[in-house]
């Protein structure tokens, strides 16, 4: 972790990707981070995957480096307790972040009324309240219909939240965002980010919402790149790698590489093009280029592949499985200085990533794991809440924490 | 576009999606960001989708309501003006955002030596500084080989450019996380963030990473959400709807709206389980549960099964092409307030977003197109820089800007 955001108190109430992420997020740069759940856990607490004995390494995964209390919620003292939480007092608190819905006892109102200068961060399915998640927001956008091979009609799911991953570092954004302005004028502010929003407006900057307006859907195309070169071929020895060339000097890199200036220089000459100064070009003549690409890497080992392209600044990568990067790519795993190899409240050790972001020249501080749920009920009880042991028992006999 | 970002002024010098979005949610939220281009524009200037007459939809839509200055980069004269850009005064200023290489004219150390307490946020390819595009780090971490039907071998590149959209929104919090640390301290930082950090970081928070070490590569299932119930169905009127029920109460809704209790239940008691109770189990035998659903869609139109979902709290969705989305639902485009209709440099108009978050109560500011290139070329070396009126002359008789 880093201290960027050291001193600062984050209240979450939530679960599942988007919201925790977030939590993650800001943790992970040096926040204090207090996420409450029922007692027994919320409905995020056993989502797969799950280590053999059950334990969910999607909830250790996503809650590292936070603070835990388990309040019963479902009483109106418990709900008070978590209201308190996010309402207490300090310029360096009042930061609330939820996926809880728009109205009930986490409003925005609720906890304005208790602290008016308070920040809530709220990551929601449809804007308009309705139950949503990143796949179903996924399939409402189209996605699904252009990703795929063009011989399969089929929609294809991402296996990726992207979304839930896109909301998560956005609503951390629009946190630190509402600070900068709470600590100029004194204002709170509500920041809703919904799934779907995050989903349209995308789309939008991407420019494919002009683009179906202008050219109708996406036709689907299997791994192809749009708009330039791109795609995956195999290699003489049956292994699988993705070039990438957009650039100028990513074109020239690759043709250079695989020695293929003069087969394309007479595909060039016969149609009257140059690739080299439109990659578009490259796109709408696919079916004359991707032969020449083909037989290119048929007659090379990947082991030969790779190192060339190195040296001649192609954009490339190798299809390789998750089980394969995390067992031996030195790069994305086995020697990435973001990851530490810790004990979790599975009981496994596994190696886990810190923040994504490097501070250059910054001592990088440890990676944390997540807490058990409750370990820290009765450290936060007294240190946000101020209450005496005394109290804090009384809580515990009424069944209000654990 | 909000204001909480206000009186910023954040210097992009970038290409292409990860860093030019994160300029854009900036922009958005309220801050004055200033792009640099080579004149006559930068690699990502006539990236697909294009519009009929060449102009790029996607430098339009990434970067909206910034201001564009063109500099001739080639020259040491070029690039000490856009080093005087990044580097230029002001408590609020000194706000770099790029995608350029960690050497070279903009490196940190280059502009900290002007500025010692700038912020530079990079976003890269591989964190060794190698090449890479979100497709071919995608490639890498296993994505493509989890995705797609099991009765295909191909891996399936996703379409959807995610690693890119959450490097943006991820750059964006750690440029105002930065802020709010300088502003304490007075420290400046240089934030890397790479494709590959955060695409490993990703997969590490899901859990996935800890996943394939303790069970091995996760195989492709199509369309089948892992660890719970989720899965496209096809109605009786031939059309595909996505329902998901993690929750109790998604399941449970969801089996009364399909009136599946009774069917269920006899499943549950041939095996002995509950799937009321655990999610995972509805996973494990979605075979024998498949076809009941299967067989209850079969029977149901969609017109009839969208409201009966809504009032049972189910959360689904239909799968439609993007044109369809654009065109037709209320909620995501044709009725949602994020969205206003302009026109852009390639002369088309089309509904285009502003940011996705909405400040709840709060005016929401109007929607801004893209500039042309070096539209404020003038206006910011004058406001910026200082420079007179003869001054910025000059620079333009030596072709040093446009």
Redesign the interface.
């Known amino acids: 972790m880093y201290?960027?955001?050291?001193g600062l108190r984050v209240v979450e109430g939530a679960a599942?990707?988007a919201a925790p992420?977030c939590g993650?997020?800001l943790a992970q740069?040096g926040a204090e981070v207090i996420r409450f759940d029922a007692i027994g856990g919320g409905?995020d607490y056993?989502?797969?995957?799950?280590?053999?004995g059950g334990d969910?390494?999607?909830?250790?995964?996503?809650n590292?480096g936070k603070k835990s209390i388990a309040i019963d919620l479902g009483r109106p003292e418990g709900r008070e307790l978590a209201v308190a939480l996010a309402t207490a007092p300090g310029d360096n608190a009042g930061l609330f972040l939820t996926n809880y819905p728009v109205k009930g006892f986490l409003s925005?109102e609720a906890l304005a009324a208790k602290r008016a200068d308070i920040i809530s961060v709220r990551v929601m399915?449809?804007?308009?309240g309705?139950?949503?998640?990143d796949?179903?927001?996924?399939?409402?956008?189209?996605?699904?219909?252009?990703?795929?091979?063009a011989d399969?009609e089929?929609?294809?799911?991402?296996?990726?939240?992207?979304w839930d991953?896109?909301g998560g570092?956005?609503?951390?954004?629009?946190m630190?965002?509402?600070?900068?302005?709470r600590?100029i004028s004194g204002e709170g502010?509500?920041?809703?980010?919904?799934l779907?929003?995050?989903?349209?407006?995308?789309?939008?900057?991407?420019?494919?919402?002009?683009?179906?307006?202008?050219?109708?859907?996406?036709p689907r195309m299997?791994?192809d790149?749009?708009?330039?070169f791109?795609r995956?071929f195999v290699t003489a020895d049956g292994r699988?790698l993705?070039?990438?060339a957009?650039?100028?000097r990513?074109w020239s890199g690759l043709l250079k590489t695989l020695d293929l200036g003069d087969a394309v220089g007479a595909v060039e000459a016969e149609l009257g093009v140059s690739f080299a100064r439109?990659?578009?070009l490259r796109?709408i003549h696919r079916a004359r280029l991707f032969p020449l690409f083909e037989a290119a890497f048929a007659t090379r080992s990947a082991e030969a592949l790779k190192p060339a392209f190195?040296a001649g600044?192609?954009?490339?990568?190798?299809?390789?499985?998750?089980?394969?990067?995390?067992?031996t790519?030195p790069?994305?795993?086995t020697a990435?200085p973001?990851?530490e190899t810790l004990t979790?409240p599975?009981g496994?050790s596994?190696?886990?990533?810190?923040?994504?972001?490097?501070?250059?020249?910054?001592a990088r501080g440890p990676v944390t794991s997540a807490p058990k749920l409750g370990q820290h009920t009765d450290e936060v009880l007294a240190a946000v809440l101020g209450l005496d042991s005394g109290a804090i028992g009384r809580l515990h006999d009424e069944g209000l924490v654990a």
């Not at 056993?46 to 053999?52: C, E, K, Q, T, Y």
């Not at 796949?135 to 091979?149: D, E, K, L, R, S």
């Not at 596994?350 to 910054?362: I, M, V």
């Open positions: 201290e960027l955001l050291k599942f990707i992420s993650l997020h740069m409905p056993r989502r797969w995957p799950v280590a053999p969910s390494l999607y909830w250790e995964g996503l590292k925005h399915g449809w804007a308009d309705s139950p949503a998640v796949y179903t927001i996924n399939a409402a956008v189209g996605v699904p219909q252009m990703t795929g091979p399969d089929r929609p294809v799911n991402h296996v990726l939240p992207a991953l896109l570092a956005y609503a951390a954004f629009a630190t965002s509402a600070l900068l302005r600590r502010a509500e920041i809703r980010i919904p779907s929003d995050l989903a349209a407006s995308s789309l939008s900057h991407l420019g494919s919402v002009a683009e179906v307006l202008s050219a109708g859907d996406r299997g791994n790149l749009f708009g330039a791109g995956d699988r993705i070039v990438v957009i650039t100028p990513q439109d990659e578009g796109f190195d600044g192609v954009t490339w990568g190798e299809y390789q499985t998750l089980h394969q990067a995390v067992t790519d790069r994305l795993f990435n973001l990851f979790h599975s496994l596994y190696p886990t990533s810190g923040p994504a972001g490097t501070l250059a020249n910054e």
